[in-house]
């Protein structure tokens, strides 16, 4: 009896990359973006007790995050798209995605995101830009993780 191949397809395929970068970066932007929003209505509203919003409404609003996440991704979603060619850049030159690749793709998706931001104070402030690269950072390291994980037999 002949046996099934378990051979799988190389990690480091191009397709696979892409794949990974676009919709495993919109997936887990929109779970930053999600997290991000209810940790700030959860410290204003209830550990600050915020007396222009009740309580009902914040939980209303933490029940309405995965929606707003969803959208903020679909307005700002240059900086995934642009992660994923810089990926893609990457495997075609390396054949693989190295850790030391995010050093690159991190600032380039922070500054993209925040050229995408309509509103931003003239003189920049290093607290805003520290605030995108904690909102990238799980996304860029989410995508790599995702992409050069090996299951285990």
């Not at 007790?49 to 933490?62: D, F, K, M």
């Not at 959208?71 to 642009?82: A, D, G, K």
């Not at 054949?95 to 104070?121: D, E, H, N, W």
């Not at 909102?135 to 994980?149: E, K, S, Y």
């Amino acid at each position: 009896m002949k046996k099934e191949s378990t051979t799988k397809p190389p990690v480091g395929s191009m397709t696979r990359t892409v794949l990974i970068f676009l919709f495993g970066g919109f997936i887990l932007t929109v779970a930053v973006y999600a997290i991000n929003d209810i940790c700030g209505i959860v410290w204003i509203d209830f550990v600050h007790y915020n007396p222009h919003r009740s309580q009902a409404h914040a939980l209303q609003l933490i029940a309405m995050s995965p929606i707003t996440g969803l959208i903020l991704t679909l307005y700002y979603s240059l900086p995934v798209i642009v992660g994923a060619m810089v990926a893609a850049v990457f495997q075609r030159i390396l054949g693989r995605i190295p850790f030391y690749s995010l050093a690159v793709m991190l600032p380039i998706c922070v500054f993209t995101l925040y050229k995408q931001i309509p509103s931003r104070p003239i003189p920049i402030e290093y607290t805003d830009i520290l605030g995108l690269f904690i909102l990238q950072l799980p996304v860029v390291v989410g995508c790599w993780w995702w992409n050069n994980r090996t299951s285990k037999n």
